[in-house]
Structures are given as structure tokens and as C-alpha cells.
């Protein structure tokens, strides 16, 4: 091999030494690691709010920073067009209206709504609960039904029934003359008697977890 002398061996030498270090050392940089799916997102999202023990893993500040962390992933996949199926629509949903936002309420309603377009017919649930939210946020009361409120007003004794909150529970504010049951039926909310209800099994210190939210076929 011929090397061309540029002015003097000085700078054949220089090229020569970065050329082997080059070759030598490996690339430090790591492969970029894959975005996790909608679906993994979502999963990750119940498994903070509920761990091995039932209770939640992370403080409630901690926890909104991670749903925080994961809106912004499933934001940039969002705007790549990543996201294509109506189930993957509901599972951004359910990470959307975990948030004091009323924005964030709003467009988990237009996603939720986009995944039962999208022939998922078990998002009409959450498309009910992410308007209810977002009319609270907005300073509205709710129309479906769907927000089970923490009423302070009813303290519980300690250690009552299984809920993990020392209070009871409210529907209000809530315009339950807005809609009639039919309507709730069709989005797989209970009807207005369940709800009441429900309530009065709040305040009892009970959990009617399977009376909330009826199954969506």
C-alpha cells in the first residue's frame, strides 16, 4: 500500500493512530430500545395502581409522574400512526383519563370513541366515563353515572368492609335526568336504581366493584 505524503509523515501518523482507535474500541452507544405498545403501557398502568398485595406501588404523586411518562410515549406513537386497533384505542384511553386534566379527559373520550369506531365495542364503557370526568373538570355534572365520588360528608368507622378510602361515596353533582337508562344500557353503564345502589353500598363500607361497571358485549 502507497500512502501520499501530505507536507510531512506527521499527519500519515495521525490518520494511522485514529484509524486504529476506530477499529479497536467498540461503539459505546447502545441500540435504541423498541417503544412498548399501547397494550403494555396499559398494563404497566394497572400494575402500579394495584401491585402483588393489592395495594398501590408508588405514592399518588409518584404515580402521576409515571402516567405522565407513559401519555408522552403514547403520544409520539399516536402521531407515527402506531396505533391501529380499536383495543389499542381503549387501552390509550384508560391511560388518558388517569389524569387531573380535563384536556387529557377529553382526548381519552376521543380515543375511547375512536376504539369503539374501530369495532371494540368494550370502550363504550370508558367513552361514558371520560365525558363524565371531563364535565367534572369543567365544573358540569356528570351525565351517565360513571364517577363514584369520595364523600366526606360519610365517614366510615376503621377497618368497615373492604374499600381501601374512610368515606362513603356520591353520585352529585349529577344531571341523572339528562340521559334515560336505555342510553347508559347502550354504553354498559349500570342503570339510575343500580347506581343509587351502589351508593348505598359505599357508604357501607362495601365495594360493589362488580355493579359498577357491567360487562360490555
Given amino acids: ?45 394497572q400494575d402500579d395502581l394495584r401491585g402483588p398485595d393489592g395495594k398501590p406501588l408508588f405514592t399518588e404523586e409518584e404515580y402521576k409522574e409515571r402516567v405522565k411518562v407513559r401519555q408522552a410515549t ?5 402521531a407515527a400512526g402506531e396505533i391501529k386497533t380499536g383495543d389499542d384505542f381503549m387501552d390509550a384511553a384508560y391511560i388518558f383519563q388517569h389524569s387531573d386534566s380535563p384536556d387529557d379527559c ?31 373538570f369543567t365544573k358540569h355534572p356528570q351525565v351517565f353515572g360513571t364517577q363514584y365520588i369520595t364523600d366526606r360528608n360519610v365517614p366510615l368507622p376503621p377497618g368497615t368492609g373492604a374499600t381501601p378510602i374512610p368515606f362513603g361515596r356520591t353520585l352529585e353533582p349529577y344531571n341523572d335526568s339528562f340521559l334515560p337508562d336505555y342510553v347508559r344500557i347502550d354504553f354498559c353503564v349500570p342503570v339510575l336504581t343500580q347506581q343509587h345502589e351502589n351508593i348505598v353500598l359505599f357508604n357501607q363500607g362495601k365495594w360493589p366493584r362488580d355493579t359498577m361497571h357491567p360487562r360490555c358485549d
Avoid at 14 to 32: D, I, V, Y
Avoid at 74 to 78: E, G, H, K, N
Wanted: aromatic share 10%; net charge positive.
Fill in 1 to 45: 500500500m502507497r500512502f501520499r505524503v501530505i507536507g510531512n509523515l506527521t499527519f500519515l501518523a495521525f490518520c494511522s493512530a485514529a484509524l486504529a482507535a476506530q477499529t479497536a474500541a467498540p461503539n459505546p452507544q447502545k441500540p435504541p430500545q423498541p417503544t412498548k405498545t399501547a397494550h403494555q403501557l396499559f398494563v404497566e398502568d
Fill in 74 to 78: 403514547l403520544r409520539r406513537v399516536l
Fill in 106 to 136: 377529553l382526548f381519552a373520550h376521543i380515543l375511547a370513541m375512536e376504539a369503539v369506531f374501530r369495532g371494540t365495542t368494550a370502550a363504550k364503557f370508558i367513552a361514558a366515563a371520560t365525558l363524565d370526568r371531563y364535565l367534572q
